[in-house]
């Protein structure tokens, strides 16, 4: 079946500008992260979605950035007057999030570079 | 402290040796246990969930010491394309929506 997808899977912005991005989860997982990883470096855990709400959203590094979800399904994480800290790759994932599986499975990730 | 700690390594494997190597989580209460591995400039992807006491599942061996509180992973027969970073991953450290990663363990098989 599909896997979590994300869009676009690359995007140059310039700083200052507001970008979208866009994760499509695995159909029927209830649970939807984000998390970005600069280079090098480990994943740095932003926020959580069970259904449409977001019960952690303590990784959110400012203002700037904010997530949603509709639907129980897609989910767009926007960051505001974009810096070049926010250069980084940024990953979602799904999980079914049952008492017995709640492994993630991760997209291909988007990959951030503000100039 | 960092809630989930790995050695970043590199563990230089010659082909065809076994590895193996820990993950130490601070919070006893920890729920759920995962190694994933990622690829350079991939994304991680699961190798192995750790339940009861451990699992296995071909040349990989994951075991959970609650006790001691650390996970391991063990590699037989390292193959070429094992070269990869290898994260540990606890859920429920201090939610249980949350899931806590290691920095990786880097391993590198060499022929």
């Known amino acids: 079946g599909a896997g979590v997808s994300q869009s676009p899977s690359n995007k140059v912005t310039e700083k200052g500008k507001d970008v979208e991005l866009r994760c499509d989860p695995i159909?029927?997982?209830?649970?939807l992260y984000w998390y970005r990883q600069s280079l090098g470096q480990g994943l740095e855990f932003l926020i959580y979605?069970?259904?449409?709400?977001?019960?952690?959203k303590s990784g959110l590094p400012s203002d700037r950035f904010s997530a949603e979800r509709t639907g129980g399904s897609v989910s767009t994480l926007t960051i505001q007057r974009t810096q070049q800290e926010d250069s980084a790759v940024y990953l979602c994932?799904?999980?079914?999030?049952?008492?017995?599986?709640?492994?993630?499975?991760f997209g291909p990730g988007t990959r951030l570079t503000v100039l | 402290r960092k809630e989930v700690e790995q050695d970043p390594g590199p563990f230089n494997v010659p082909e065809g040796a076994t590895v193996a190597f820990n993950c130490t989580y601070s919070?006893?209460?920890?729920?759920?246990f995962f190694w994933y591995r990622q690829d350079c400039r991939k994304e991680p992807k699961l190798l192995m969930s750790?339940?009861?006491s451990g699992n296995e599942d071909g040349r990989f061996t994951a075991q959970l010491n609650r006790a001691s509180q650390y996970i391991s992973l063990l590699i037989r027969d390292s193959k070429l394309s094992d070269s990869a970073t290898y994260l540990c991953?606890?859920?429920?450290?201090?939610?249980?929506?949350?899931?806590?990663f290691g920095a990786g363990t880097q391993v590198v098989v060499t022929p």
């Open positions: 994932a799904s999980s079914p999030r049952t008492l017995t599986y709640n492994e993630q499975f």
């Open positions: 159909s029927g997982h209830t649970a």
């Open positions: 979605f069970q259904g449409n709400s977001a019960p952690d």
């Open positions: 919070n006893s209460a920890s729920q759920s």
């Open positions: 750790v339940y009861s």
């Open positions: 991953v606890v859920n429920g450290v201090d939610s249980w929506g949350k899931f806590q």
